[in-house]
T-cell receptor, first 114, second 114 residues
Framework: KAGVTQTPRYLIKTRGQQVTLSCSPISGHRSVSWYQQTPGQGLQFLFE???????NKGNFPGRFSGRQFSNSRSEMNVSTLELGDSALYLCASSLDPGLAGEQYFGPGTRLTVT | QQQVKQSPQSLIVQKGGISIINCAYENTAFDYFPWYQQFPGKGPALLIA?????SEKKEGRFTISFNKSAKQFSLHIMDSQPGDSATYFCAASMRTGGSYIPTFGRGTSLIVHP
């Protein structure tokens, strides 16, 4: 079974631009979560989608948004990019998010904002 | 406010030695405590996890010790190998909105010298 895939793997954007990142979960998984990983703040939860509905949201500004499609694929969007948005963005999928320990992470998208 | 504190930030051990990473949490509502292992260019992967009703869990060379009264837990890697060189994250989870959402520690970079 294929793992979680994220595209693109690397991205360079300019401050003020917007960016869209994509995540394809493991087949059959209906929950997708997004995390931001930086050296200074570590791994921080952005949001979680289950059956196309946002169920949980982390403490990030409204510039960060996401959505999930009927095939469980998810996208996250960051508008008006800031230098501090440079990070590794990780996506994780779950078959049953109500069960602990069920998250499987993708390799991430490395975003660099210049 | 950092809900999960992890130490040390980096750790160097010799092959065959014991690696010990410590974490402390604040919220007593957490009821699931996983450890993740992350290699460069990869997403975190669940290594071992424990529930608060158990004081110790062992899987191969990896052991979690849990002290509920002190709100602390630790990862012990016995007979550390160069292949264990990676970044380790502790996390604390609880069900929120129907899903387990982990709060991560800042990570420990482990280097095992051959």
């Amino acid at each position: 079974k294929a793992g979680v895939t994220q595209t693109p793997r690397y991205l360079i954007k300019t401050r003020g631009q917007q960016v869209t990142l994509s995540c394809s979960p493991i087949s059959g998984h209906r929950s997708v979560s997004w995390y931001q990983q930086t050296p200074g703040q570590g791994l921080q939860f952005l949001f979680e989608y289950f059956s196309e509905t946002q169920r949980n949201k982390g403490n990030f500004p409204g510039r960060f948004s996401g959505r999930q499609f009927s095939n469980s694929r998810s996208e996250m969007n960051v508008s008006t990019l800031e230098l501090g948005d440079s990070a590794l963005y990780l996506c994780a999928s779950s078959l049953d998010p109500g069960l602990a320990g069920e998250q499987y992470f993708g390799p991430g998208t490395r975003l660099t904002v210049t | 406010q950092q809900q999960v504190k992890q130490s040390p930030q980096s750790l160097i051990v010799q092959k065959g030695g014991i690696s010990i990473i410590n974490c402390a949490y604040e919220n007593t509502a957490f009821d699931y405590f996983p450890w993740y292992q992350q290699f460069p260019g990869k997403g975190p992967a669940l290594l071992i996890a424990i529930r608060p009703d158990v004081s110790e869990k062992k899987e191969g060379r990896f052991t979690i010790s849990f002290n509920k009264s002190a709100k602390q837990f630790s990862l012990h890697i016995m007979d550390s190998q160069p292949g264990d060189s990676a970044t380790y994250f502790c996390a604390a989870s609880m069900r929120t909105g129907g899903s387990y959402i982990p709060t991560f520690g800042r990570g420990t970079s482990l280097i095992v010298h051959p």
